[in-house]
């Protein structure tokens, strides 16, 4: 599967079984692990965790639970292939892998057994991961390379014919002058118009153009105003043949300021709620009724916190088993109160933005901004 966010919601929202859901997600980075014996060891500890997970399920949980780690073992070992694959997810049920995830970025090492699959990691990948399109226009040619996830791929290449100019100097004859301008219009519509295509299929976050700067410039006046918008930067100056390694260099450079600008604003949006309970909400207690609400429009969360809670049968989630008996219904406890806080945020359209530490949200393990 891609990871996007309507990937995610999918995969979040599969109805549940009697089995429970294993999920895995593993390091698979050649330059950390240069064998697949490496990252092999890795996935048998984890593996091991799973089993562990499973002795405190009743009989028929625990048999589907070891033979979901034996069917990842056997997908790991034998049908996945690393190539330039740094990250995998497997998320498996009833000893039957019904998923998985494959990037070229390097993810945590972590197991899960629960009734739906973990997707946390998947919110991390996308929380600081864009799809970033790049243009490289020349007068008679363009270049197309999309990035995401970590990979760059050539997209789409146009040659067209526009007419040249004598070897002395000059065009070919005055009097074609205007229709070789003409032509190059034309190139530029073309080009522009295979991209906005692109946009339109799968959104770009932004826009990369490189060139020649008066033949960008002149591509730039013909795009389409939902690309206008995302136009990122100032023209870039790349040799004409980069490759897609050199490529990757200025993506990365260019996606770390997208987020760090992305953060820096929701971030401030936090700061300015302050104090205003209908705008933002601030710790797992405030949080928790706002996402029983459906108010989460922004989620940020501390990655790895965790705590223990309650839900009750009508979906409602609670710090404490009375609060959740308030819901109605039966009560069952969950191991970790913020990972079902983030899967009930992803199936009503939040956005996920995790961080390191706390020291961004004041402390608090998990806030939100608010729609309403």
Known sequence: MD??????????DRPPTDAPVTSVYLNTDGARFPRPVDYEARLDGLLREVRRAADALPPERREAVHADAEAI???????FERGDVR???????????????????????????????YVVPLEALLGRSHHIGLVVIERDKARIVRYRLGRAEEWFGLESDVHGQHGQGGWSQLRYSKNIEHEVLQHYKEAGEILRKAHEDEP????????PHAEVIEFSRTLHPYLEKIVH????????????????????DVEQRLVSGRRAELLGRLAAAQ???????RGIRH???????????????????????YRSSTGALALHEEEAAAYGGTVHAVDDLIDEIIEEA???????????DEVRLDGHPVTALLRF
């Open 3 to 12: 990871v996007t966010r309507a990937d995610i919601r999918k995969l979040v």
């Open 287 to 309: 949080v928790v009724q706002a996402v029983n609400e459906k108010r989460i429009e922004v989620l940020f969360v501390v990655e790895g916190a965790g705590v223990p809670g």
């Open 275 to 281: 104090g205003q309970a209908e705008k933002a909400a």
């Open 346 to 356: 992803v199936r009503s359209g939040a956005h996920i933005e995790l961080f390191r």
């Open 87 to 117: 990250g995998i997810g497997v998320f498996c049920s009833a000893g039957e892998v019904f998923e998985t995830v494959e990037v070229a970025i390097g993810v945590r090492n972590v197991s899960r057994v629960n009734d739906t699959p």
């Open 233 to 252: 930067g100032e023209p870039m100056s790349l040799p004409p043949a980069a490759g897609l390694d050199e490529l990757k260099e200025r993506f990365r």
């Open 204 to 211: 770009f976050d932004a826009l990369l153009l490189a060139g």
């Open 73 to 79: 073992a056997r997908w790991v070992r034998q049908e």
